[in-house]
């Protein structure tokens, strides 16, 4: 069963920085799109970034240049460095995952999609 393990989440100020982690386990599959997203208080979840297999990333127009998504594919991670943060980017973080899996000889395969459980990231100004 494939499982979404997230950390780095906590309390930061106004211009701090964070990392988060997500780590998935128990994936038999092909890990294709890996990406973060954001659900703030009252408010709709949000896109924050995403990166494909083959390193394409994509970004909010509220992060940009201020926030770096990267994998690591042989840890099967996905990380997002968040600079210069702001009151803004509070929000319960999420890591969401695409897996590719092959399910006959033949090469016939599903598509699925994984959440984690999600991670505080609390901004002060």
């Known amino acids: 069963q494939v499982q979404l393990v997230e950390s780095g989440g906590g309390l930061a100020r106004a211009g701090e920085s964070l990392t988060l982690s997500c780590v998935v386990s128990g994936n038999r599959g092909r890990l294709n799109a890996m990406g973060w997203y954001r659900q703030a208080p009252g408010k709709e979840r949000e896109l924050v970034a995403n990166?494909?297999?083959?390193?394409?990333?994509n970004y909010a127009d509220s992060v940009k240049g201020r926030f770096t998504i990267s994998r690591d594919n042989a840890m099967n991670t996905v990380y997002l460095r968040m600079n210069s943060l702001n009151v803004q980017d509070t929000a319960v973080y999420y890591c969401?995952?695409?897996?590719?899996?092959?399910?006959?000889?033949?090469?016939?395969?599903?598509?699925?999609?994984?959440w984690g459980k999600g991670t505080l990231v609390t901004v002060s100004s």
């Open positions: 969401n995952v695409h897996v590719r899996v092959i399910v006959n000889v033949e090469g016939a395969y599903v598509d699925r999609e994984y």
């Open positions: 990166i494909n297999s083959a390193g394409t990333t």
